[in-house]
C-alpha cells in the first residue's frame, strides 16, 4: 500500500514561498542610517538590512544577502511589515516574531503575513534561518539607539 | 557481491521509521552507522575486560592492552601496511592531520617553504596548515580544479617545486566525490624531495587503500566513517618517519622516564598516544575492520559505485537539477552533490527529511571549494554498503516533490 505523501503545507506556506521567489524590498537604500548584517556560520546563510531611522521611525528598509527560503522571505517579510513603523512597534513585532518562533508562542494579526512562519517553530533546526534577519534588525535598532 | 538487504540486518538503527516512512540513510560522508557487531563489541568490552592498557599486571589489564594493540594491528592489515607500530590512534583524522602539522611541520617546515594543498580539501585539511604557515611564515599554495570537478594535475605539478615542503591532498572529496590520483601526486613530491599527506576519511571506508602502494608519507582517516565508533582516528606513517618526530602531546603513557626538568619518551607509536587513548572504541573499530574485510573492500566498492551510477542515472531524470562532479561513476567515490536552483539545499534537506530520506545539506566542511563552484552550499547524497536501488528511488521520488513545492 502507498504511503500518503508528505506534507509541507504548514512550513512552505504559499506566501513564504511568494516571498521567496518575489523578494520585496531587496537591494541596498541609497542613505541607510544604519547598515548590518549577519551570517549563519553553520549553513552559510546571509542576511544584510539597510535601516533609515529617524524621528522613532523605520523611516525605510530594505534587504539582500542569500540562503534558504526560510531565512530570505523572513526577511522580505520583516522589510513589508517594519517600513513606516514606529521603533516601539517594530520592537513590538519582533517580540512576537520572536516568541512565535523560539517559545512557540501563538501569533497574532500584529505580524500580519509573519504569521506564516509559526509553523518552522515546529523543526529546530530551521528556527535559525527564520531567526537570522531578526537578529541582525536587533543590532541595527540598538546601534539607532546609542546613536540618538 | 554484496547484498544490501542481508547486510541491513546487522544495522538496528535503520529498522525505524522517521516521519512515518521507512527510514532511508544518505548521509554516510558524514557518518557511517553500526552493525550490531561493533555495538556488541563495545559493551562485550566494558562487560568483560575493561582496564587502563600499558603497564598494569592484573589480569585485566593484560586483556584490554591485548584487545587494543591487535586492533592497530589490523589497522595495519587493512592499510596493507607491514608494520602496526606505524599506526597511531588519535580522536579523528582532524587531530591526525594537525598531529603532522604541529609534530612534523614545526620541525620541518621554515619561512618561505611552500605547503601545497587544493580546493576540494575539508577544512580539516586546511586550517592545521594554515596555522602552521602562520607559525612558521610557510606559504600556501592551493591547486584548482577542472571545470568537471577533477583535480587539475598539470596545475599541481606546476606548484610542487624546490620550495615545497609537504603536499596534502585528499584521496576522495567528500563533495564532489572526486577520487584524485595521489599515488601520482605522491611521485611528484617524492621526486621535489617534500612529504606526501593523504586524507583518507573518504577513501578508507570505500575504496582499497594500500598505502605502500600509494608511496605517501602519512594517511588519516576516521573509525566512524566505516561503520566504526565516534572518536578514533587513525593516522599512519610511512616507516621511520614517527621515529624523527617530537612528541604531540605530552602526559601520561607517552614517556619512558620523567625527571624535574625534563622527559624522554617512549617508543612509537606510544611517544604519540599520550593520557589514556580511547580504548572502547578502538577495540569496537576492530570489529567494524573485520565486518568490512569479510565483505572485501573490492567488493564494497563494486557495490557503491553501482549505486553511484545508478543514482547519477535517476538524478539526471529529475527537472532543474545539475549534479557537481566527474560524470563518470569510476571517477567518483559514492557521494553525489547536487543543485536544484531556485530550492535551496536547506529546504531540499527539510523536504527529503519529510520523505525519511536523510541527506545532508551545507557547505560539508569545504568553504573554498563552495567558493570555487561559486554556491553557498550544496545537497550531497552519500552511500554505504546497506543503501540500495531503493534508496536512490525513495530520494528521487522527495526530490520530484521538492520541485511540486519550488518549481
Known amino acids: 500500500m502507498a504511503v500518503a505523501e508528505p506534507q509541507f503545507d504548514d512550513l512552505y506556506r504559499e506566501i513564504i514561498l511568494d516571498h521567496y521567489r518575489r523578494p520585496r524590498n531587496r537591494g541596498e537604500l541609497a542613505t541607510p542610517s544604519q547598515r548590518v548584517e549577519g551570517v549563519n556560520p553553520v549553513c552559510g546563510d546571509e542576511i544584510h538590512l539597510d535601516l533609515e531611522i529617524g524621528d522613532d521611525t523605520i523611516r525605510d528598509v530594505s534587504y539582500w544577502g542569500h540562503g534558504c527560503s526560510i531565512s530570505q522571505s523572513s526577511a522580505s517579510m520583516l522589510t513589508e511589515r517594519l517600513k513606516g513603523c514606529s521603533i516601539e512597534e517594530a520592537e513590538r513585532v519582533m517580540g512576537k516574531v520572536r516568541a512565535m518562533l523560539i517559545d512557540g508562542a501563538a501569533p497574532d494579526d500584529e505580524i ?37 | 557481491m554484496i547484498d544490501p538487504r542481508e547486510i541491513r540486518k546487522d544495522f538496528p538503527i535503520l529498522e525505524q521509521q522517521v516521519n512515518g516512512r521507512p527510514l532511508v540513510y544518505l548521509d554516510n560522508a558524514a557518518t557511517t552507522q553500526k552493525p550490531r557487531q561493533v555495538i556488541e563489541a563495545l559493551v562485550r568490552y566494558y562487560e568483560t575486560s575493561n582496564a587502563n592498557i600499558h603497564r598494569g599486571i592484573h589480569t585485566l589489564a593484560v586483556r584490554a592492552t591485548e584487545q587494543y594493540e591487535a586492533v592497530r594491528g589490523k589497522t ?53 596548515w594554515q596555522q602552521l604557515a602562520q607559525r612558521t611564515g610557510a606559504l600556501l599554495r592551493y591547486a584548482g580544479i577542472t571545470p568537471e570537478g577533477k583535480l587539475d594535475l598539470d596545475e599541481v605539478r606546476g606548484l610542487i617545486g624546490p620550495r615545497t ?17 595521489v599515488a601520482e601526486i605522491g611521485e611528484m613530491a617524492r621526486q621535489a624531495g617534500a612529504l606526501m599527506v593523504v586524507d583518507g576519511a573518504q577513501s578508507a571506508p570505500h575504496l582499497p587503500v594500500d598505502v605502500e602502494a600509494l608511496g605517501c608519507d602519512f594517511f588519516a582517516f576516521s573509525a566512524h566513517k566505516m561503520l566504526g565508533p565516534t572518536g578514533v582516528g587513525v593516522l599512519w606513517a610511512r616507516r621511520g618517519l614517527f621515529e624523527t618526530m617530537e612528541p604531540f602531546l605530552g602526559g601520561g603513557d607517552m614517556i619512558a622516564l620523567v625527571r624535574q626538568d625534563e622527559s624522554t619518551w617512549a617508543d612509537v607509536p606510544h611517544k604519540f598516544e599520550a593520557g589514556t587513548p580511547n580504548i572502547a572504541d578502538v577495540v569496537a573499530f576492530g570489529a567494524a575492520l573485520d565486518y568490512l574485510q569479510d565483505l572485501g573492500m573490492g567488493a564494497v566498492r563494486a557495490h557503491e559505485m553501482a549505486l553511484t551510477a545508478y543514482a547519477m542515472e535517476q538524478l539526471s531524470s529529475i527537472e532543474g537539477l545539475t549534479m557537481h562532479g566527474p560524470e563518470r561513476a569510476d571517477e567518483r567515490g559514492g557521494v ?72
Not at chain 2, 598531529?99 to 576540494?120: F, K, P
Open chain 2, 336 to 407: 553525489v552533490s547536487f543543485a536544484m536552483n531556485p530550492a535551496h539545499p536547506h529546504d531540499i534537506a527539510t523536504i527529503a527529511d519529510g520523505h525519511g530520506v536523510a541527506i545532508r545539506a551545507g557547505h560539508h566542511c569545504a568553504q573554498l571549494l563552495m567558493r570555487h563552484l561559486g554556491v553557498a552550499a550544496t545537497s550531497r547524497a552519500s552511500f554505504s554498503i546497506y543503501n540500495d536501488k531503493d534508496d536512490i528511488e525513495a530520494l528521487a521520488e522527495a526530490l520530484e516533490h521538492v520541485n511540486r513545492v519550488f518549481g
Open chain 2, 165 to 181: 615542503k609537504v603536499v596534502s591532498v585528499t584521496h576522495m572529496s567528500n563533495v564532489l566525490g572526486t577520487i584524485n590520483a
Open chain 2, 76 to 128: 595495519a592489515a587493512f592499510l596493507s601496511a607491514s608494520h602496526p607500530e606505524d599506526i597511531v590512534f588519535t580522536r579523528n583524522t582532524t587531530e591526525a592531520l594537525n598531529l603532522v602539522a604541529r609534530a612534523w611541520g614545526d620541525a620541518n617546515v621554515h619561512e618561505g617553504d611552500e605547503i601545497v594543498l587544493t580546493l576540494m580539501e575539508h577544512h580539516s585539511n586546511i586550517v592545521p
Open chain 1, 112 to 148: 500580519g503575513d509573519l504569521q506564516a512562519l509559526e509553523g518552522v517553530a515546529r523543526l529546530p533546526v530551521r528556527v535559525k534561518c527564520a531567526l537570522l534577519c531578526w537578529n541582525v534588525l536587533k543590532e541595527g535598532l540598538q546601534q539607532a539607539t546609542t546613536a540618538a
